[in-house]
């Protein structure tokens, strides 16, 4: 996964974060999201980013402007409008980039703009050096360029191995190829009896408490055990089908001591997984086909469709699994 540049408490408990209006389709979802990142000014008089055009060809982009070009403040420019949902920050969005010294035109980041190049990138306000700030409000589909000034893009120390000066700025063609949710977002559905107890941080994050002295709820299909779902939040966006590639929040427990084991939900940044029988386990599949983007469900699996009679790193043999899940998105969909 190829990341940008290598440049340098406690929360308020709800029951919901649902919005009070149905949602029943994708762009209700977005657009009920908050602008965490806020709006990138992107039209704006005599600015240097807005001379700056871009070629395509068979030996992939190019870009043209006058060097230097320079700017005393981070600057947006649309190239290329998209139409699909808009950067709220505090998520995932898949990005393909070319990056440009700006002082003298030369490319250390080539692209091609195929998708070959794109990469899953984490926005969150105000991380260094605002990618986020410079995306928000940019929508789905778009392409744009950002000029960064030097003092913020590598704070006036340069960059060595790519050729940039300490008062070279630094330009990004960008081209946002996917927007995902932060957290799931939906319509709030009845929690089921005998399942866990989910409380919801304001940020999404699941608080958990798993009824261990009570026996797990059970699930059958075609005569085998299945694994147990329920859906706290029915989603609107696409239906997740085997062999699909998505990306998840996800927080992973055992029955028998409510024990977490896993959470990337703590790692800070989102999973994202080929739904398969084989590269996963095969409750956790169960779970998740058929199911909405947008949704939060909750995974009851047994230890003939986990990890069976073997140990797993914390997790002990013959374990009920209990996991949390965020639907985020669905990958190339």
Partial sequence: MRKFLALSASVALVFSLSACSSINSEEAMYSSLKAECGTATTAASDRAVDSVTVKESSKGASVDFATPLSSKSVETAIIKEGTGPKITGNQTVDLEYLGVNAATGEIFQPSSFDGSGSSLQVLTPKQEPGFCEALGGVREGSRVAILFPASVIHKNQG????????????????????????????????????????????????????????????????????????????????????????????????????????????KGTPANFTIAKGSLITGFVEALVGQKVGSQIVAVIPPSLGYGSTAQGTIPANSTLVFVIDILGIQGK
């Fill in 159 to 266: 960059i060595d191995q790519l050729k940039i000066g300490k008062n070279d700025d630094v330009l990004f063609i960008m081209e946002v190829r996917k927007v995902y949710l932060p957290y799931a977002v939906g319509n709030e559905q009845a929690a089921q009896s005998g399942f866990p107890t989910i409380i919801r941080a304001v940020n999404g994050v699941p608080g958990v408490t798993i009824p261990t002295e009570a026996p797990f709820p059970k699930a059958s299909k075609d005569g085998q055990e299945a694994t147990a779902t329920e859906v706290l939040i029915q989603g609107a966006g696409q239906t997740i089908a085997d062999g699909d590639k998505v990306v998840l929040h996800y927080a992973g427990y055992t029955w028998a001591d409510g024990s977490k084991f896993d959470s990337s939900w703590d």
